[in-house]
């Protein structure tokens, strides 16, 4: 994934960081045990940091670890961080916990993504819901956000469409602002392009069998949906399955303090049901 420089120096990067965290001199200075008159002299290109200054703004900063080797490189250091790749065997105990994890919430979906929102693995609750997507969607590497706002995806079937797709496509400026990434930018633009399936404003003022929440929606009265429901306390997806809708809510969870460019950018998505209905509706699958 290439990030995008703003700069070629180590100053004027980490003061894009920083305004962009929206700190003062003074308040970075104070949180990294350095100096207003130092930060500016190393923002101003007056002073070259030292490799673990350039860490320590990088992390009071919360420069995503893959930008933080870049600064190290732009500063004229080495990279601290390695990129190593999800099939190699040092990353096997890490591959056999998330697949453990993803089997155990079956038969709820749950998967896992790269930086890219590429889908590195998923359980058989994901599986159920691709049922029906066309099949170049499906072709490596499946994309989770093309799966899902692509109008021959699961957009058709998603009820609340236009909330749930504004939320990813929210989430998705989010962490292009963070990752500065070229190619995370053209896969927002692409999948923000797609034209709206027909009927997808059928999803504005509907209410589903139940309510919920995560990355992603609430919606009104609708011909096989159930009876109006309270607020829902998260965003919740609804989604058509075997003449159904279905409710779920999602959570993402990333590593704490992760030290591989690879690792800090998986991300996994877990949907929980929201109402019983769904919950049943799963387990009739899978019994």
């Known amino acids: 994934m290439t990030t995008v420089a703003l700069d070629t120096g180590v100053g004027p990067l980490l003061r894009s960081w920083r305004e ?4 003062s001199q003074l308040e970075l200075a104070l949180r990294a ?25 990088a992390e009071h900063l919360d420069i995503p670890v893959r930008e933080r080797n870049a600064l190290l490189v732009v500063a004229g250091y080495a990279p601290r961080y390695a990129q190593t790749a999800l ?7 890490l591959r056999e916990g998330m697949e453990r994890l993803l089997q155990g919430y079956d038969p709820y ?3 896992v993504v790269d930086g890219m929102y590429n889908v590195v693995a998923a359980n058989r609750g994901i599986a159920m819901l691709l049922e029906g997507v066309a099949g170049h969607l499906l072709a490596p590497p499946l994309n989770a956000m093309r799966l899902t706002l692509h109008p021959e995806g699961l957009a058709p079937r998603i009820r609340n469409l236009r909330e749930w797709r504004a939320d990813l496509l929210a989430q998705m400026e989010r ?5 500065r990434s070229a190619e995370l930018r053209e896969l927002y633009e692409e999948v923000a392009g797609y034209p709206a399936p027909e009927g997808s404003d059928r999803a504005e003022g509907a ?34 399955h075997g003449g159904q809708v279905l409710s779920f809510v999602s959570s993402i969870a990333t ?11 998986l991300a996994i998505e877990t949907f929980l049901p929201a109402d019983r209905a769904t919950a049943d509706h799963l387990r009739s699958l899978t019994s």
Do not use: K
């Open 20 to 23: 962009q965290r929206r700190i």
């Open 33 to 57: 045990d350095s100096s207003a008159r130092h930060i500016s002299f190393i923002e101003t290109g007056r002073s070259r940091p030292s490799e673990d200054m350039v860490l320590r703004l």
């Open 87 to 93: 099939d190699d065997p040092a990353l096997g105990a």
């Open 109 to 111: 979906p749950a998967l």
């Open 175 to 179: 962490q292009i602002a963070l990752a």
């Open 207 to 240: 209410t589903s069998a139940g309510s919920g929440g995560g990355a992603g929606s609430p919606v009104g009265e609708n011909a096989g949906a159930g009876p109006a429901s309270p607020l829902p306390f998260a965003l919740p997806l609804h989604i058509e």
């Open 255 to 265: 590593f704490n303090t992760p030290m591989d460019v690879t690792v800090a950018e």
